[in-house]
């Protein structure tokens, strides 16, 4: 056979393989694309913390403008969302990638790994939460699907980058509506990380089934030009056709950034960005490269756009037409661009560019599938509707937050904004819409309308968590929480291959209802040096079963490293002597000084030891010190002369640590006995200086709640401390007033040596000594403060990372994990801190305004129903004409100036127990602040009360006999009341009458219709009652001639008293056995 004749027959393949892709794409728009009827949409979710970190990711199924409630929250895997679900509609399933940030975390939210999860849609059951999970240093995500519906094929791409080298790879997978195939199609490898994934036409010299290329825009791990990897299923090795082989490469614009396939898929375009080097103002500007998969060649020349494109900056509006959007960044300008492809080798043209402004909060586009050239455009909160592609010609509106989502559904626009779906008539850009509380919306992806309900999912995705991580340094001591939410009543169990998992320890195995298991790694049996991991499968009876991966993080087997920044001082050369020692065991610290300031963090170090001097100098931040004791890390600072104290102070009060100028000299502390922590070894030195500390709370702190690890060592008759140290978040910080003591270690004082070596030791091992129960990165001693194992009024969970459900860790919240809600955090404790009706992690701004009042905690937590009781309340912002309430009671209380704090008088409750909200308003404001079950009452108070004879019976004149009782009351504290209510109920004995007459002063007496003796006495001035008991009336009684009664057992008694403040008391009376008429 000829070339001639080859190259015809590839020809004539080629464009009826092109007409038949092309057929194929116009009739899926029409049946798909261009329906009247809109149906359901499936939706992303990621629940925000205050700084806009994601916590978790969910799906929903909803449709706006249906009546029917959005579907249950399924929550995927992970923290975040690794790329938008692929939908395979054959299939019936979607994939969704979710896993950790590209930012590492202490602790990391969700799931360690990258991860797929396949879901059935509509109904979101789950069919595998793991369908594809990355490997040790690899970082996964579901890049693209396709589909064959001829052929019965659905087709999922996994694209991956390696971490430490930045090389990556393809995977792809036959997917079933059962899961993944066991198998795996093809792999190959790339040349870097991939800026964008397709599927693309079939290769037309393949017979048979008629298999899509996968297109992949890499940018080179070793710095080289971006390019673009055609892989051939059938060959191992991609087609590489790197950019500068196109005509008009520009080695300025040379950052890959997206990549987007034609409908009929024989184009792929591919966009870079760069710096113009020939203009001074060095603009940013993009090219957009066409490339021909059937003829393997690259258009004539590309287009040049203004700005720099985005992950999603192209779509394909036809085979022959494209746009592509751009932003400006650091500005508010962005630009939209409309390309044209010409006649014959014309190339691609730009047909018309739009300058846009408002895009600082956002800028997103999306085109009508149909082939059509209407847009939608979302600069930030501004939404505009583009007929035919012209701007202007459409409605437009603002919203109250920026978009986030936009996608076409037939003939409707749906848009996400905040916690939000729309459905919108493009008309009018007004539709109805549905709020989800699980978070904001990150995508929306349209489902086909099958006319078929959805399935309701057979597993409760929180039946157990996806991944509890134990750390391998505090194997032995540490044990985390898994929590079991199994329904009431229903049993669960928990099973595991002990084989596979030797060093595993948990207990309970089973349960019944809610429950908690706990967790922890036996050292004994770990691996040495080596990460290990298992599965923990739970059976929960009627709902299936969930998997929750188990990881033991290795232990680091890198020497650890202290580093020291002190100039100006220091025994000569920074204790050269006193840093040998700390070499060798225990603390066994390599050591590195630094000269200049850091930038940064500080996570190579294990501790940190900084003078007054450096502090005062600017050679760190304090949000980085705080960042790096708080996730674990040690500091030391070492206090100098009197004229930095001031400094110092701004660096140790967020530790909650005060600094005077006063002058601490001798000190004097607990016996040496009773020392503890880094106390143990205080040498009897002197070790003053120039400045004092004193604890200073960085917040409102419940009174008389102690500080956990906290140690100090006072100076001579109650002055400032010569020493302070403190555990803080996951770390420790300790504070010498002086150098005195590593000056006497550098001079050979064997005391001064041994106690700077435990204090080394002890800020090294703050982060394997931390209890986090639960894993949120609060310690348990933040959490339960008083040390009591349950969770009372105004703490948050300990067993628990999210303790009020808004999806939001409770250490993402109290990001500086100091215990206390600062301005700008939200309350762990309040799942809507600035109540304004949506959840934390649906909010997109969910701190409360500056002025909010807030409300840390109530000393008791807890009184009686009946109220009365005196309460100090901590907070912040608490003005002296705000109104307390206690659940739908208002309090009386006295704020104190200053607004940290108040005493209130209880309220009675308006049930009879139970927790109720704390509430403060601002009159003539919107703000209040709440604390969510921030009382708790309990059981109502009962006055006690017994029937003592008073005398003898006694005959009277007509045959009857009489006789006379006590009613005495007593109260077990101490109250006083205003009024006192007894019923004394007939004992039903034939013959036998309460008498009223001769009660006592001031009490009324009368027999009811059913015989029971009603006693009321109303005092002028309230009457103490306490444990001694106090003569409350005396009654008589009497039994009719001729009643033939040996004896008269009187039944349990009862009524009710009126404290002084108002709230109601309970009487309770004691059955009195026998009467003996």
């Known amino acids: ?233 059938g060959s191992a090795q991609p087609q590489r056709h790197p950019l500068p082989e196109a005509p008009g490469w520009d080695s300025a614009c040379g950052l890959a950034r997206a990549l987007a396939v034609s409908p009929g898929g024989g184009l792929v375009a591919a966009v870079v960005s760069g710096a113009a080097l020939d203009d001074p103002s060095g603009e940013p500007f993009s090219l957009v490269f066409f490339f021909d998969t059937f003829a393997r060649a690259w258009a004539p020349a590309p287009v040049r756009l203004r700005g720099e494109a985005g992950p999603d900056a192209l779509h394909f509006l036809r085979g022959d037409a494209c746009r592509a959007g751009t932003t400006v960044p650091g500005t508010d300008f962005a630009y939209l661009a409309r390309m044209d492809a010409g006649a014959g080798d014309e190339g691609w043209t730009k047909t018309g560019e739009a300058a846009l402004t408002g895009a600082a909060e956002g800028f997103l586009f999306a085109s009508v599938p149909d082939g059509g050239d209407t847009a939608a455009v979302a600069l930030g909160r501004r939404l505009e509707i583009w007929p035919e592609g012209v701007r202007g010609a459409g409605p437009s509106r603002v919203f109250a937050a920026p978009v986030r989502a936009l996608s076409w559904d037939g003939d409707t626009l749906l848009a996400g904004e905040a916690s939000r779906v729309y459905r919108l008539d493009p008309a009018t850009a007004e539709g109805p819409s549905v709020t989800l509380q699980s978070g904001q919306v990150t995508a929306i992806v349209p489902l086909p309308d099958t006319g078929e309900p959805g399935d309701t999912p057979a597993v409760s995705p929180a039946a157990a968590p996806h991944a509890v991580e134990l750390r391998g340094a505090a194997a032995g001591r540490e044990l985390r929480a898994l929590n079991i939410a199994a329904p009431p009543g229903a049993a669960w169990t928990v099973d595991y291959n002990a084989a596979a998992m030797p060093w595993l320890v948990l207990h309970p195995r089973a349960g019944t209802g809610p429950g908690t298991v706990y967790l922890g790694a036996d050292p004994a049996r770990l691996p040495a040096g080596a990460a290990t991991e298992g599965l923990l499968r739970t059976r929960v009876a009627g709902a299936g079963a969930a998997d929750t991966l188990v990881r033991v993080r290795a232990a680091e087997t890198r020497v650890a490293r202290m580093l020291w920044v002190c100039p100006g001082g220091g025994a000569a050369d920074g204790w050269p002597a006193l840093r040998a020692r700390l070499s060798g065991p225990p603390a066994h610290l390599s050591h590195t000084s630094a000269s200049a300031p850091l930038s940064g963090g500080l996570g190579a170090w294990r501790v940190v030891a900084a003078n007054a001097r450096a502090l005062a100098s600017g050679y760190f931040a304090r949000q980085q010190l705080q960042e790096h004791v708080s996730g674990g890390g040690g500091l030391l600072v070492i206090g100098g002369e009197a004229d930095t104290a001031r400094a110092l102070a701004l660096w140790l009060a967020p530790f909650g640590i005060a600094v005077g100028a006063e002058s601490a000299a001798a000190a004097e502390g607990p016996a040496a006995g009773t020392r503890g922590g880094p106390l143990r070894f205080w040498p009897d030195l002197p070790a003053g200086g120039a400045v004092g500390f004193s604890m200073l709370e960085p917040g409102p702190r419940p009174p008389g709640r102690p500080l956990a690890d906290f140690h100090q060592m006072r100076g001579a008759e109650g002055g400032p401390a010569v020493f302070m140290a403190r555990a803080f978040g996951h770390g420790r910080v300790a504070a010498l007033s002086s150098p005195a003591l590593l000056d006497a270690a550098e001079r050979g004082d064997a005391a001064a040596a041994r106690f700077v070596e435990q204090l080394a030791v002890w800020l090294a091992r703050g982060a394997a000594e931390t209890a986090d129960m639960d894993g949120d990165g609060l310690a348990d001693d ?128 308006a049930a009879e127990d139970g927790s109720v909200d704390l509430r403060v308003e601002v009159p003539g404001t919107d703000l209040r602040g709440v604390l969510p079950g921030g009382y708790r009452y309990t059981e109502r108070s009962a006055v006690s009360g017994r029937l003592a004879p008073e005398a003898f019976p006694e005959d009277t004149p007509d045959g009857a006999r009489e006789g006379r009782l006590r009613v005495m009351l007593s109260f077990d504290g101490r109250a006083r009341v205003k009024a006192v209510l007894v019923a004394l109920p007939a004992p039903g004995v034939p013959g036998f009458t309460w008498l009223p007459g001769g009660a006592g002063d001031g009490v009324r007496a009368e027999v009811n219709d059913e015989g029971a003796l009603v006693l009321l006495a109303a005092f002028p001035t309230a009457r103490p009652l306490t444990r001694e008991e106090t003569a409350f009336a005396t009654v008589t009684w009497r039994l009719a001639p001729g009643a033939k009664v040996s004896a008269v057992a009187l039944p349990a008694w009862g009524g009710a008293a009126t404290a002084d403040h108002g709230g109601r008391l309970e009487v309770r009376g004691a059955a009195a056995l026998r009467v003996t008429p």
């Open 782 to 909: 933040l959490e339960d403060v008083n040390g009591n194992g349950a969770r009372d009024p105004g703490e948050t969970d300990w067993l628990r990372d999210d303790a009020d459900g808004d999806g939001v860790p409770d250490g993402m919240e109290d990001w500086n994990r100091n215990g206390v809600v600062d301005p700008g955090e939200t309350d762990p404790r309040n799942s809507d801190s600035d109540g304004d009706g949506v959840g934390d992690g649906a909010d997109p701004d969910p701190a409360p305004v500056y002025g909010t009042p807030y409300i840390a905690a109530v000393e008791p937590p807890s009184g009686p129903a009946e109220g009365g009781n005196i309460v100090a309340v901590t907070g912040r912002g608490l003005p002296r004409d705000a109104v307390l309430w206690f659940g739908a009671r208002r309090a009386e209380w006295s704020p104190v100036p200053g607004g940290e704090g108040a005493l209130a008088r209880v309220p009675e409750s």
């Open 1 to 233: 056979m000829t070339a001639e004749n080859t190259g015809g027959r590839r020809a004539r393949r080629t464009a009826a393989l092109r007409a038949g892709l092309l057929a194929a794409a116009a009739l899926a728009a029409v049946a798909g694309g261009g329906r009247v009827s809109a149906g359901r949409a499936l939706v992303e979710t990621a629940s925000l913390s205050a700084l806009g970190q994601s916590a978790a990711v969910y799906l929903h199924t909803v449709d706006p403008g249906a009546e029917e409630a959005p579907s249950a929250p399924l929550r995927l895997p992970g923290a975040v969302s690794t790329a938008p679900p692929r939908l395979l509609p054959g299939a019936g399933v979607c994939l969704a990638g979710s896993g950790p940030d590209t930012v590492p975390r202490h602790p990391e939210p969700g799931f360690p790994d990258t991860a797929g999860s396949l879901v059935r849609v509509p109904g979101l059951t789950p069919v595998d939460l793991l369908a594809f999970r990355s490997e040790a240093g690899w970082r996964e995500v579901p890049a693209a699907a396709h589909e064959l519906p001829g052929y019965g094929l659905h087709l999922a791409v996994v694209a991956g980058v390696f971490g430490e080298t930045g090389r990556g790879r393809l995977r792809l997978h036959t997917v079933t509506p059962a899961g993944l195939a066991p198998y795996m199609e093809e792999e190959w490898a790339l040349p870097g990380r991939p800026a964008g994934v397709v599927f693309t036409a079939p290769d037309p010299d393949v017979t048979g089934t008629p298999m899509p290329l996968v297109a992949a825009f890499c940018a080179p791990a070793d710095g080289g030009p971006p390019v673009l990897s055609l892989c051939v299923p």
